[in-house]
Every structure is written in structure tokens, then in C-alpha cells.
């Protein structure tokens, strides 16, 4: 792509950005087919744009050897990887701020009229640093330099936010299981993995769950290079990238900035790799195999069963406590699809191995370009696609965990983001970023379309093909569950979003604000006891299990339609901040 064609592309994108922003802030009514085709202007255009994202700041002061201040410093930051340029100027008060800086690595330096260059090296920026560096200059010609060896170490004291970060090293070099990223979150202070049974974990194909100082796993924020990529139906992270394509992750945990308001738990932000000015890539394979699995810890062994003892004391209506009446059949067809004990003894005498497959497909694909040293742009696009085939199901679904019944799980995600940062003067910058963000899939039943209520004569049941299966049948004081799963979660949710915010230098104080836009449109269903839920307590013999094997229910229920919603809404955020120095 030649450079014309960029930066045409680019000023497109940027147009229709701000063409978006005057709709939403400069009418009092929304006009949703304008920002409809904001939207697709942002998508078509950015086709042709290269963007970078800018995540961390350095500020300082510049002194004389007097420890006078010293104004209108040139002041710019090298980064060692892309090579790219990223200027400013002290102001009156000798003060700089570098903002919006990728990370990476960098030098700095800071030149000034009848006084020596100093460079400081090896400024290492993490994702939502805010570092300060000051110099004291010496005086001499302004073509010589000073290399300053020995930098005190870079503290934030800039901002009091509580955070972790986990660098691009860390990400290759820890074992991850399943190559999932959010492992490494649980290395940090604070952040824990919840029981089994939360909200969402049922359909978590992309990494564990994680409550953060406490706070509930659906109150967190993902983002990728400052886009969402939450599930707003279930709160969880929706993408996975593979650790090659990890530049860094952070970890926000408190006092994080105004511009990721809107949850009360904490910020995960990724950042992608970014390109240099040199082709390069990776092949990689990841290999597990049952030729290097342990045997299972669980497996049966050539010893004696350990003693169990069970005494239930009773009495029936049926004489000898032998039914002779004829059994239900629909109750004799369920008990059929329950396997008989395998193991010797009276309790965990049952035991089943069968294949769970879990098949991962993703792509991520970034662009990175800088037009000038007040332009750059980046735009990214990810697709993820997780199909899994549990064959005993999951105990977060009260399913009888049994083979012949189980589960599927499928997630399809697709986000694009698109981002600009445009510096108007040394003290003046503004960031645009604009993100989309499509999820769909849910469970399956394996035995979806099986009419087995229409089969054996349950009334009530449901009649969409696609909801058929088997019921499920809740023994009081016995056996958990059999048959099915009472409803299998979907959903296909839609969102686009637009941030824009300003940093302006002024003496002492940097000022931040912005706005940001956001709409989702959710259609979830869940045909919950769409099969039926039968329960057995006994109440008729004595016996659930009796009363279950007899067809003397003592409730029954069903669930009408389908439990779907169609909805959609939107919101606007407003901000704005000062940091005081």
C-alpha cells in the first residue's frame, strides 16, 4: 500500500470519527441510522488506514546546573524497536509531558540552547505507565552529548494506581495451560479463580474466570489495545489471542484512570504486538499427546475396596418391597440409558473414559503505521472460534454426568479496533479509538431433536425440534440427576464503540477528558425446562427412587418458549480528570 493511499484512507477514518461525535454530542436527538453509517464508514474505511496504540507517559523537569528551570527544552522519545519519534517541549515552568507512548523500550533526550544534549537510555514503558524522568543539564555546546549511565530508578509517582504487569517474556517463557493468557493473572496479588457454578462458567471457552480484591468475575473489563472484548451478556473475555501475539498484559486493580469507568471490579487491558520496520513472524507448535500423559490418578488399582457400610431403615405399601404393578415406560426407556456398575462395590462403583475434544481457531492480524510525528494510526482484526464436545457434560449444568448425555460448546468471536493519535501541539494531544465487537454460539444438547416426551406420552413438553431431548429427573436423598441438562444458554450479541479523548499540559497540571459512546444489541435464549423437570421424593412409597420407576412425580414442571430476548441499548460516558504535579 503507498503511502498517498494511507494517508487518504487514514483522513477517512478520521473524518467519519468526528462526523460520529458530532452527532452524539451536538444534537439532542440520536440519530441511529447517522451512527449506523459512522459505524460502516469506520469498518470500509479502515481498510485502507495503519494504526498505532499509545498506552503509557513520561514527564519531567528540565533544570540548569543552578536548578533554575529551564524552558523550551526540545525533549523526544526514541523508540529502540519501531525507530519512531515522539516529541515535545518544556514549558514555562521547565516541566515536559510525552503522552500516548507505545510500549516498548526508549531513549530520551532533551536538547536545549547553550547547554550539552543528555540522553537517558533503556526506558522500559508498561501499559499504563506514567514515569518521571527529570534532567539537570550541563552547560556547553548543544552538539555535544551527555549520556546519563546512571538513572535513578523510574518510579510512578505520577499516579497511585494499584497494578501488575506481565511482560512479553513472561507470557513466552511461563507454562500455560492450554495456552490461555489470564493463567498469568492469577500470579498477581489479589486475583483468585472462583468455584465452579459462576455465572458465565459454563460458557468460559477462553480462560478461567477471575474475581480481582474481591470483586464478583462479571464486574471486570477486558480489553484488547483499549477496545472492549467483553461478553456483555456474561461478563467474560471473549478472545484469546496466542502468547506470540502478546506484546503485555496489565492488571488495574484500583485507582485506575476515569476513562475505563463503568465497572466496579478490575481492568485487563492487552496489548498486541506491533510491527517494527522490518518483515518478521513466527511458526510455532504446541503439542500434547497421550504418549506423555500420567496415568490417571483416578483410575481403579489392584487393591481391595474400601469399606462402605449403608443401613436404611423403612417400610412400603408393596408387600416383600417388590413392585408388581407394570413400570412407567418412559421411566423404564430413561433408566436404559443409565449404565450399570462396572467397579466392584456399593459407592463410586461406576467408572467411564471417554474423548472430550476442544478444537481453537483464531486468527489476529494488526497494521501499525506513522504518518508524521503528530499522526499514527493502528487497526487490528481477531477472530476466535472454540468448538468442544464434553461427553459427560458439566456439573455446572446439574446434568447427570453420565456418557449418552453431555454437552457442546461452541464461541464464535470477531472484534476489530481502530485507533489514532493525533498531537496538535507539544501540549495538546487527542486519541480516537473505535472498536466492534460480534459474539454467538452457547451450549448444545447432543440429543437436540430426540421427541422422547412425545415418544412415551409426556404432556406439556416442548414442541420445537431444536429444544427436544431428554428431561431430567431429580431423585430426593439419591442420585443427583438423570438425563438432560433443563437448558441450554445462546446468545448473539453485537456492540460498536467510539472513545475520544484530549490530554492537555498546562503548567503543573495535566488535564484529561473525553467521551465514549457504546451500543449492544443482545439476543440470549434459554429454553429453561423446555424438556421437563420431574421430581421424585418418595411420597407415594416410600421410596423416590420406587416413586421414579412407577411414574408418581411429586412435581412437575415445564418451561413456555424459549426464555429469548431481543434487545438493544446504548450509552454515553463523560469524563474528565486532573493531574496535579
Known amino acids: 500500500m503507498q503511502a498517498t493511499e494511507l494517508r487518504r484512507g487514514m483522513r477517512s477514518v478520521v473524518k467519519a470519527g468526528r462526523e460520529c461525535f458530532a452527532v452524539l454530542f451536538n444534537r439532542h436527538e440520536r440519530e441511529w441510522r447517522t451512527l449506523s453509517f459512522c459505524a460502516a464508514a469506520l469498518i470500509l474505511s479502515a481498510a485502507a488506514a495503519l494504526a498505532q496504540m499509545n498506552t503509557a507517559e513520561i514527564s519531567g523537569i528540565v533544570k540548569d546546573p543552578a536548578g533554575e528551570v529551564i524552558p523550551n527544552a526540545a525533549v523526544v522519545a526514541l523508540n529502540t524497536a519501531t525507530r519512531l519519534k515522539f516529541t515535545a517541549a518544556t514549558n514555562d515552568a521547565g516541566e515536559y509531558l510525552l503522552t500516548q507512548l507505545p510500549v516498548g523500550s526508549y531513549s530520551l533526550t532533551i536538547s536545549a540552547r547553550d547547554f550539552k544534549q543528555a540522553i537517558s537510555e533503556n526506558i522500559v514503558l508498561h501499559l499504563g505507565d506514567r514515569i518521571r524522568q527529570d534532567f539537570q543539564l550541563v552547560v556547553g555546546e548543544q552538539s555535544e552529548t551527555m549520556v546519563v549511565q546512571e538513572a535513578p530508578d523510574l518510579v510512578q509517582t505520577e499516579s497511585a494506581a494499584i497494578k501488575d504487569v506481565v511482560e512479553n517474556q513472561q507470557v513466552l517463557d511461563l507454562p500455560l495451560k492450554d495456552r490461555e493468557f489470564l493463567q498469568l493473572s492469577l500470579m498477581s496479588a489479589g486475583v483468585v479463580s472462583p468455584p465452579g457454578g459462576t455465572r458465565g462458567d459454563s460458557l468460559q471457552q477462553t480462560g478461567k474466570l477471575i474475581n480481582i480484591l474481591g470483586q464478583r468475575t462479571g464486574h471486570n473489563l477486558f480489553l484488547f489495545d483499549g477496545v472492549s472484548v467483553t461478553d456483555e451478556y456474561f461478563n467474560n473475555v471473549v478472545l484469546t489471542p496466542p502468547p506470540e501475539a502478546i506484546q503485555e498484559f496489565n492488571i488495574s486493580k484500583t485507582n485506575y484512570s476515569a476513562e475505563f469507568g463503568g465497572k466496579s471490579g478490575g481492568v485487563v487491558n492487552v496489548i498486541t504486538q506491533s510491527g517494527t520496520n522490518r518483515f518478521h513472524g513466527t511458526l510455532y507448535e504446541f503439542l500434547r ?293
Open 289 to 581: 499427546n497421550d504418549l506423555f500423559d500420567a496415568k490417571n490418578f483416578f483410575s481403579p488399582m489392584n487393591q481391595p475396596t474400601a469399606p462402605f457400610q449403608e443401613n436404611q431403615f423403612g417400610g412400603t405399601p408393596f408387600p416383600g418391597n417388590t413392585i408388581n404393578i407394570p413400570l412407567d415406560p418412559a421411566a423404564s426407556a430413561l433408566l436404559a440409558k443409565v449404565p450399570l456398575p462396572n467397579l466392584p462395590g456399593q459407592s463410586n462403583n461406576f467408572l467411564a473414559v471417554d474423548k472430550q475434544t476442544n478444537g481453537n481457531n483464531q486468527f489476529n492480524g494488526r497494521l501499525d503505521h506513522q504518518f508524521s510525528t503528530r499522526d499514527s494510526a493502528y487497526l487490528r482484526a481477531s477472530i476466535f472460534d472454540a468448538n468442544e464436545v464434553d461427553p459427560f457434560g458439566s456439573s455446572v449444568l446439574n446434568e447427570a454426568l453420565l456418557p449418552g448425555f453431555g454437552r457442546t460448546l461452541t464461541t464464535h468471536s470477531v472484534n476489530l479496533s481502530l485507533g489514532e493519535t493525533h498531537v496538535f501541539s507539544p501540549r495538546i494531544l487527542n486519541e480516537f479509538r473505535f472498536g466492534w465487537l460480534g459474539v454467538s454460539g452457547g451450549q448444545g444438547d447432543p440429543n437436540a431433536g430426540n421427541n422422547f416426551a412425545g415418544q412415551y406420552g409426556i404432556q406439556g413438553a416442548t414442541t420445537n425440534r431444536s429444544d427436544m431431548g431428554f428431561l431430567q429427573v431429580s431423585l430426593s436423598n439419591l442420585f443427583s440427576t438423570m438425563g438432560s441438562a433443563t437448558g441450554f444458554t445462546t446468545r448473539t450479541d453485537r456492540n460498536f464503540e467510539l472513545y475520544d479523548n484530549v490530554s492537555i499540559q498546562h503548567g503543573a497540571h495535566t488535564i484529561q477528558f473525553g467521551a465514549y459512546f457504546f451500543h449492544l444489541s443482545f439476543n440470549p435464549s434459554y429454553p429453561n425446562d423446555a424438556r421437563g423437570l420431574y421430581t421424585f421424593s418418595g411420597a407415594y412409597t416410600g421410596n423416590a427412587f420406587a416413586d421414579f420407576l412407577l411414574g408418581y412425580s411429586s412435581q412437575a414442571q415445564v418451561g413456555i418458549g424459549e426464555g429469548s430476548e431481543n434487545a438493544s441499548t446504548s450509552w454515553a460516558h463523560f469524563y474528565i480528570q486532573d493531574g496535579w504535579r
